[in-house]
C-alpha cells in the first residue's frame, strides 16, 4: 500500500477521499508555449510524495525538471528546453541545445566527442563515411507516444509512460529506442527500462550513455559524490584533488571529468549517489555494470553553470576514436536489442542518506584505478 500523507492507505481509502487520482498523483500531458519551448511535449508526473517530474515527449522521452516538494533535484542549464526544429547536432552543437535536466539521453550510434568516421558498412558509395556530433543525435529526436497514464495494481497505484524513438538514415542505420519510465505512487523515484533494436539489414555502432545531471541546492558546498570506486582516482590533469568534496561555484572554472572502476553490489547493481548532507536532501542512480561497464563522473562548478552529472555508460570517456583503436567500438547486428535500466530517487533526511552511503561503502574495496580525462 502507498504511504499517503504519512499513512498507508489503500485503493478504497484513497479514492473515497478525492473525486479523481490527480488530486493526489498523476500522469499529464501538455505542451511547453513560448520561445524556443514552445510546441514541446511533456508529460508531468506526480507521485503524492511530493516527488515530481517532467517526461519530455519530444525530446527522445528525456527527463527534464525533477524536484521533491518543490525543491529542484536536476540542474537545468541556459538555453531552456530547446524544441529538436531548433537543435543543432553536428559538431559542438550539442551545448546549443542541452537544457540539463535530470536525464540526457547520449546515443545511439555514437556518444561523446565526435568527428568523420568509417560508414562502409552501410555498401553505398555515395555516402562512404559518417559525421558524429558530440553525444549523438539520439536526445533531439522527438518520440512518438504509445502510452501514458496510472493503472492500478491491486493497491499499488503505477505511474507510467512509454513511447519509441527511430533514428534513421537512407544509406545509414536504422535503430529504434523503445523506452517505459515508470513511478509509483507514494515513492519518490522513478525506473527507465529502455530497449535498443538495429531495425536495419547492416551492423550499426553503438554507444549508450545517460547524462544524469544533478544541481543546486543538492550540489553545494560541502555536498560529496558518494560511488562504489576506490579513493586516489589520478586527477593529475586538474587541480582538484578532492574532487568527491564539492565546493560553491567557482569564477573562469572549466569542466572535470573523472572516469571510475566501480565495485557493483552482488547482483550487478552499482548505487551512485549526490547529497548534501547539510540540507538533508540527495539524488541517487542504480544501475547494471554489465550494461554499463564504465561510469563518469562530470563536474561543472562554475558560475551559472553548476551542476554535476553521474553518468553511467558503455564506453571510456575517451570516444569513439579511442574506443576504434582499443577493438571497444561495439555494433549492433541487424535485429539484435540491448535493454538498459536506469533508478533514479530522491534521498529525503539524514536516515535516507545515512543508509545509502551505508549501501555504497558497504561494496567499496581495493580495485584497479582508472584515470581521468576532460569532456562535457
Not at 504511504?3 to 493526489?24: F, H, P, S
Not at 525533477?66 to 524544441?83: D, I, K, M, N, Y
Not at 558518494?226 to 565546493?247: F, K
Amino acid at each position: 500500500m502507498p504511504l499517503i500523507n504519512g499513512a498507508a492507505m489503500t485503493r478504497r481509502d484513497l479514492m473515497r477521499r478525492v473525486g479523481r487520482l490527480e488530486q493526489v498523483a498523476g500522469v499529464r500531458l501538455v505542451s511547453l508555449g513560448d520561445g524556443v519551448e514552445r510546441g514541446v511535449r511533456v508529460l508531468e508526473f506526480r507521485t503524492g510524495t511530493g516527488f515530481s517530474f517532467d517526461v519530455l515527449v519530444d525530446r527522445s522521452m528525456d527527463v527534464g525538471r525533477c524536484e521533491l516538494r518543490g525543491q529542484s533535484l536536476a540542474w537545468l542549464s541556459p538555453t531552456g528546453v530547446v524544441g529538436p526544429w531548433y537543435s543543432e547536432p553536428m559538431g559542438l552543437g550539442w551545448f546549443r541545445s542541452w537544457g540539463g535536466g535530470m536525464v540526457v539521453t547520449c546515443g545511439l550510434d555514437h556518444t561523446l566527442l565526435g568527428g568523420v568516421d568509417d560508414a562502409s558498412q552501410f555498401h553505398q558509395l555515395v555516402r562512404p563515411t559518417e559525421e558524429y556530433g558530440l553525444h549523438g543525435r539520439i536526445g533531439f529526436i522527438p518520440a512518438r507516444l504509445t502510452g501514458y497514464g496510472e493503472r492500478w495494481e491491486g493497491d499499488e497505484c503505477v505511474l507510467y509512460a512509454e513511447g519509441v524513438v527511430r533514428q534513421a538514415a537512407v544509406f545509414g542505420e536504422a535503430i529504434e529506442l523503445r523506452r517505459r519510465i515508470e513511478a509509483r505512487m507514494g515513492e519518490s523515484r522513478f525506473t527507465i527500462h529502455d530497449e535498443v533494436t538495429n531495425v536495419g539489414f547492416d551492423p550499426t555502432t553503438h554507444m549508450y550513455l545517460y547524462h544524469v545531471n544533478v544541481g543546486w541546492p543538492v550540489v553545494d558546498e560541502a555536498s560529496a559524490y558518494l560511488i562504489p570506486a576506490p579513493d586516489g582516482v589520478p586527477v593529475a590533469a586538474y587541480p582538484t584533488h578532492d574532487y568527491r568534496r564539492l565546493t560553491p561555484p567557482n569564477p573562469a572554472f572549466a569542466e572535470e571529468c573523472y572516469e571510475h572502476s566501480v565495485v557493483p553490489e552482488r547482483g550487478g547493481t552499482v548505487p551512485v549517489g549526490i547529497v548534501n548532507r547539510r540540507l538533508g536532501l540527495g539524488l541517487y542512480q542504480v544501475y547494471r555494470s554489465d550494461q554499463f561497464p564504465f561510469h563518469t563522473m562530470w563536474r561543472m562548478l562554475g558560475e551559472g553553470i553548476y551542476g554535476v552529472a553521474m553518468e553511467p555508460t558503455t564506453n571510456r570517456d575517451a570516444g569513439r576514436f579511442d574506443a576504434r583503436e582499443r577493438g571497444e567500438l561495439g555494433y549492433i547486428a541487424p535485429q539484435e536489442s540491448r535493454g538498459y535500466d536506469l533508478e533514479i530517487g530522491a534521498l529525503d533526511g539524514a536516515d535516507a542518506i545515512e543508509a545509502f552511503a551505508q549501501r555504497v561503502e558497504a561494496v567499496t574495496e581495493p580495485h584497479p584505478r582508472q584515470g581521468s580525462r576532460s569532456r562535457a
